[in-house]
């Protein structure tokens, strides 16, 4: 098949879409697809240019500025059409995926998207606050009628597919959980020297544990709670360090929750990190926290039960089928005693036990069987548009 991906941001930006995206382009590809991917200039994008990769004019987006929002052009537009598609698989709800559906509609080929984002969840950045139940039912509708303009749409979950049904979405779905390269993250392939180098390039002293989080430092990702609680996981496990990786409009507000707080010398704001690294970041910790209840799927925390951590999440039914507590993962309540309590079994024996397990709990997320849905996925949309 040939196939265009059109996509808001991908490599070599880092976030669970962009490499959602990029784990697909190139499973496809080595499966002997045609793939083409259009998306926005970012930062690095020139060290990725190949033929297939087709990144577009950007500037940044004024209400997210660390995100880039794409300018198609004419030009643009003839290249793409001229690329003659079976399938457009868009993977954003705005200029991209206008950009793919215009492309589709062209070449008369099957209409495939992926809904990534609960965007009812995010409108905050627009209305800081202010008529926001307005904001996000308009949201709710918008999603509503984007999804109903495609042959198919795909899912991570059963909480999306839920989700967008009680939006009112008609169309077919498809649940297949977003793919990763397993074996990229087995602690086996991290020695001990490079872990440790790792570990000193972030601030980790001799004998630390770390807790990690990887990903966009931003209001939905309920950081604040992780740090809020984080003292009083400090009385309970002294040797406990806080590193966060990655970047976003909450760092400073972090910094400055740590200094408020007195653990400032125990947490780390490392900065975003080179998406080809970045298992190298799994590999030195010990726990990897994550209090969000905006994700669709979170990638973040497969990659870190294949670099063979302890998981420790607020409960969320995007995690149904991901982490069992007390089995993949430790799952807490919403509330700071409930992530303390989670955190501390997290640093314990238990979590020690479920650590030694968790790359196995990974396994059924491999990109092989992620593409293999995917390709039935167009198949079903080629004869649903009756080409």
């Not at 009812?120 to 509708?141: C, N, S």
């Not at 069992?324 to 993962?329: F, L, N, R």
């Not at 992530?339 to 997320?365: K, N, Q, T």
Request: charged content about 25%.
């Amino acid at each position: 098949m040939k196939i265009g991906l059109f996509t808001d941001t991908f490599y070599p930006e880092i976030n669970g879409v962009a490499t959602s995206c990029l784990n697909l382009e190139r499973e496809l590809t080595r499966r002997g697809h045609e793939v083409h991917v259009f998306a926005p200039k970012c930062k690095g994008w020139e060290d990725n240019q190949r033929d297939h990769i087709h990144y577009i004019a950007s500037a940044p987006l004024l209400v997210l500025r660390d995100r880039n929002v794409a300018f198609p052009t004419p030009i643009t537009s003839w290249e793409a059409e001229k690329l003659d598609f079976d399938v457009v698989h868009t993977n954003s709800e705005f200029i991209m995926g206008v950009f793919g559906r215009h492309v589709a509609r062209s070449n008369g080929c099957a209409l495939v998207h992926t809904y990534h984002t609960v965007w009812e969840d995010y409108t905050y950045y627009i209305t800081h606050g202010l008529a926001d139940d307005t904001a996000r039912a308009l949201a709710r509708k918008y999603s509503q009628w984007w999804c109903d303009r495609f042959d198919r749409v795909i899912v991570p979950t059963g909480k999306t597919l839920e989700l967008l049904r009680r939006y009112g979405v008609e169309a077919d779905i498809d649940i297949i959980p977003s793919g990763m390269d397993i074996a990229r993250f087995s602690p086996a392939r991290h020695s001990a020297a490079q872990c440790e180098a790792v570990r000193r390039e972030c601030g980790v002293r001799p004998g630390e544990r770390v807790l990690l989080n990887i990903g966009r430092i931003a209001k939905e990702k309920n950081l604040e709670q992780v740090m809020r609680v984080f003292p009083k996981l400090r009385e309970a496990c002294p040797d406990v360090r806080f590193v966060l990786v990655g970047e976003g409009p909450q760092r400073e507000v972090l910094a400055q929750m740590a200094q408020e707080l007195g653990v400032a010398d125990a947490v780390t704001l490392a900065g975003p990190k080179a998406w080809e690294r970045i298992d190298q970041y799994y590999a030195m910790a010990d726990v990897f926290v994550s209090a969000s209840r905006t994700e669709t799927q979170g990638l973040t925390y497969v990659e870190a039960m294949a670099s063979g951590l302890c998981v420790c999440a607020v409960n969320d039914s995007c995690l149904e089928g991901v982490i069992e507590d007390g089995v993949s993962g430790v799952l807490t309540g919403e509330s700071d005693e409930a992530l303390l309590a989670g955190l501390i079994r997290a640093f314990s024996e238990e979590g020690r036990r479920i650590a030694a397990r968790a790359v196995e709990h990974a396994a059924p997320f491999g990109m092989e069987v992620f593409a293999q849905r995917v390709e039935a996925c167009y198949r079903k949309a080629i004869a649903t548009a009756g080409l």
